[in-house]
């Protein structure tokens, strides 16, 4: 059965600090893996990973995938309130569950002014 | 912008009653979802479908079922409610081969009292 874990399950900074969120897999026939971001409603996408070793940049914001050793991380420096959210992350296979994305449980990140 | 519209975004029923959940999506995606949401859990996968008139279970398929008569609308049905199944529904589309990239809707927060 594929598995994602995701830790810390909460966190709380203050605004200006970084954050690492961890994601970590057991999936055959891994495809991809992906983050998004859920604030009060839907979740929305933030990064698709699939080779080793090659950071995704987007503003604050960063990730990076280890499949050899299966997890990825997202960086979030300079925190701002508006980073507050839950952060998801999923993976997709292929082979049977083509198409199928697998959840972790989220990370909910708090942000204090 | 991609579009997914959910057709209520607070349900409240009674034990026993059969539920509609409705989903439209306006890309002319040919994949659909239903997730549900719990605290501590992520999202969980109930039921997908690739194309009209096709479904596949997804991880947790029991006491639901799912229509799709048409390519933009997909249901999801709780047969008799229970108040296990309350919780955050989450419907999700993607186009044909990019089955990574799920646009969610806004989602539905169903109590079964």
């Known amino acids: 059965e594929d598995k994602v874990v995701q830790s810390p399950l909460s966190l709380v900074v203050h605004e200006g600090d970084t954050v690492t969120l961890n994601c970590s897999y057991e999936?055959?026939?891994?495809?991809?893996l992906l983050w998004y971001k859920q604030e009060k409603k839907a979740p929305t996408f933030l990064f698709m990973l699939?080779?080793?070793?090659i950071e995704k940049k987007s503003g604050r914001l960063s990730s990076i995938l280890d499949k050899k050793e299966l997890f990825s991380i997202l960086n979030i420096t300079a925190t701002q309130t508006g980073d507050s959210a839950v952060y998801l992350c999923?993976?997709?296979?292929?082979?049977?569950?083509?198409?199928?994305?697998?959840f972790g449980q989220g990370t909910i990140l708090t942000v204090h002014p | 912008d991609v579009k997914v519209t959910q057709s209520s975004r607070y349900l409240v029923k009674r034990t026993g009653e059969k539920v509609f959940l409705e989903c439209v999506q306006d890309m002319d995606h040919e994949n659909m979802f239903w997730y549900r949401q719990d605290p501590g859990l992520g999202l969980r996968l109930i039921y997908f479908?690739?194309?009209?008139?096709?479904?596949e279970k997804g991880d947790i398929p029991e006491g639901y079922s799912v229509s799709r008569e048409k390519k933009e609308r997909f249901s999801l049905i709780l047969e008799s409610a229970s108040t296990n199944q309350t919780s955050m529904y989450l419907c999700a589309s993607t186009p044909g081969g990019r089955l990574h990239e799920q646009y969610f809707g806004p989602g539905t927060r169903l109590t079964v009292t």
């Open positions: 999923a993976v997709s296979a292929g082979g049977t569950s083509y198409g199928k994305l697998t």
């Open positions: 699939t080779s080793s070793g």
């Open positions: 479908s690739y194309d009209v008139k096709m479904k």
């Open positions: 999936v055959t026939n891994f495809r991809s």
